[in-house]
């Protein structure tokens, strides 16, 4: 049987019929595409992920506040103790970084992967070439080179090579840098159709920052890792230019406390900011969503003051490999976004919807978190661990980003 029937065979079973109305029309490279593109969908996955983001969501989660370490609280010799270990995992090549670089800078009115965009600092730099400096710094430090493995996407997979490889990767070992691209699930209409894009083609969208682990199996970085011998692997964001990558600290803590796992958290800058905190879910590590928390948990206060539920989460996590392996034996659970879109209706019409009302689903790093028995929360400091670019302008823009990385460097 060859592809073209397969595919039909399939639509028809998920009552899909819609991918293939258009098939004549388009081009054999396309057409080609299209019929990939349906053989390789999990629909029996994604009508799972339908059904269940449709149901009732249990309310009886139990929500309690999670311990944590304040590292500016540590003694100089607890300090010095715990960096003392991480130095020694460092030095003996046990670790490594993922930095999560899919995104697009669409939202900064950039146009090309969100780690090309450049800071105007002085000198002007990329986000790419900041994270570079760092890993330098370290390779001269200790003379060792970090294995830095970049998540891309299918969009902007290619650019992000391209990138690296006219900028002669920043004078970084190119030996050193592996490139692997994140999974993409198709997006749905809330009737639990599949959406085409404009071309004709399955319109899909990146699986979220929870894609992190599926991918890496997928891709075999976790067995390049083991054959490597890293046993430890910190994961994080492009779009921080202060992101702590090497915490020598925070390693040598994972390792004296004995954990599989460390987050990195700062202090909510006031009850009502939209992030996620740490928590305990049902006496379990997780994340509570500011959507998820009410407003008298968010403002509830300890002894001294504190914000109870006061640990954001910045997505800068420290695995150890084992972790990661126990992780990567299950799906993390899908969550719906409910977005506006661009795609080719029934009709062979373009729809640009005026408000959300297509499904795009994401996994949540998160809640990895449940899945393992110990894990500790290091609390460290706004200005010298977190300065998000995400928006063009305002809050967690490149003005504000700016300004925190200048300060931290010292940068008049």
């Known amino acids: 049987m060859d592809n073209f029937n397969k595919a039909q065979e399939i639509v028809k079973k998920y009552h899909q019929e819609h991918l293939l109305k258009f098939y004549d029309k388009l081009e054999e490279d396309k057409k080609n595409q299209l019929l990939e593109q349906i053989l390789k969908t999990d629909f029996e996955l994604l009508n799972k992920i339908y059904e269940d983001v449709n149901k009732e969501k249990s309310t009886e989660d139990k929500i309690t506040p999670i311990s944590y370490t304040d590292k500016s609280k540590l003694t100089e010799e607890q300090l010095e103790q715990y960096r003392k270990k991480g130095e020694e995992a460092i030095r003996a090549n046990k670790y490594a970084i993922v930095t999560m670089a899919g995104g697009q800078g669409t ?102 920052h929870g894609g992190i682990f599926e991918a890496m199996f997928n891709n075999g970085i976790v067995e390049d890792m083991k054959k490597r011998g890293i046993e430890w692997v910190f994961i994080g964001p492009v779009d ?22 460390v987050g990195k958290s700062i202090v909510k800058a006031n009850p009502s900011e939209k992030v996620g905190v740490f928590c305990k879910r049902n006496g379990r590590p997780s994340v509570v969503e500011y959507t998820e928390i009410s407003k008298e948990m968010s403002e509830e206060t300890d002894e001294n003051g504190e914000l109870v539920f006061g640990e954001s989460h910045i997505n800068c996590n420290l695995f150890n490999i084992k972790a990661i392996e126990k992780i990567g034996v299950d799906k993390l659970p899908y969550h719906k976004a409910i977005k506006k879109a661009t795609y080719m209706d029934e009709n062979g019409k373009i729809v640009t919807s005026q408000e959300p009302d297509c499904y795009k689903f994401e996994t949540f790093i998160f809640d990895s978190f449940g899945k393992l028995d110990n894990m500790e929360i290091l609390r460290g400091k706004r200005e010298e661990e977190f300065a998000p670019v995400k928006n063009k302008e305002g809050v967690d823009s490149p003005e504000t980003a700016i300004a925190l990385y200048k300060a931290y460097y010292n940068i008049k």
């Open 107 to 208: 939202r900064l009115g950039h146009n090309g992967p969100k780690g090309t965009f450049v800071l105007k600092v002085n000198p002007e730099k990329s986000l790419f070439e900041i994270f570079c400096d760092k890993l330098k710094e370290v390779k001269e430090k200790y003379n060792v080179v970090i294995p830095w493995y970049l998540m891309t996407s299918t969009e902007n997979n290619d650019a992000t090579i391209e990138f690296f490889e006219k900028n002669n990767y920043f004078d970084y070992p190119k030996e050193a840098v592996k490139f692997f691209i994140q999974d993409e699930i198709p997006m749905l209409d809330k009737n639990g159709k599949i959406l085409l894009t404009e071309e004709g083609l399955i319109k899909q969208g990146p699986n979220g």
């Open 240 to 261: 921080n230019p202060i992101v702590q990558m090497v915490d020598e600290v925070m390693i040598g803590y994972a390792i004296d406390k004995k954990v599989l796992a």
